[in-house]
């Protein structure tokens, strides 16, 4: 199943931007689906991540203005970003499980 995420771009201080990823065909149950972000010189990081049934994951600084969800009818999973600060700036990836990634969508903020 390939990933494909779209909705990356540049949004300043404070603004939002809405993050899409769609899977090819049915998203495994067995792993959550995630959103991962990375900067250069850095190791990707775990930014949110929705299991199955709906339960939901967090890194603790993007808690309270992001927001990830799913349609399992589409097999698409959003990430809606909020109050956007520079350090949010990089290249964010779906996931779903140790082996499956997107190409990755760029997210720039700036002040």
């Known amino acids: 199943v390939q990933l494909v995420e779209s909705g990356g771009g540049l949004a300043q201080v404070g603004g939002s931007l809405s993050l899409s990823c769609a899977a090819s065909?049915?998203?495994?149950?067995?792993?959550?689906m995630g959103w991962y972000r990375q900067v250069p010189g850095k190791q990707r990081e775990l930014v949110a991540a929705?299991?199955?049934?709906?339960?939901?994951q967090y890194l603790d600084s993007v808690k309270d203005r992001f927001t990830i969800s799913r349609d399992n009818a589409k097999n698409t999973i959003y990430l809606q970003m909020n109050s956007l600060k520079t350090e949010d700036t990089a290249i964010y990836f779906c996931?779903?499980?140790?082996?499956?990634w997107g190409q990755g969508t760029q997210v720039t903020v700036s002040s």
């Open positions: 996931n779903n499980g140790p082996n499956n």
């Open positions: 065909g049915p998203i495994t149950e067995m792993f959550a």
């Open positions: 929705i299991t199955s049934s709906g339960f939901t």
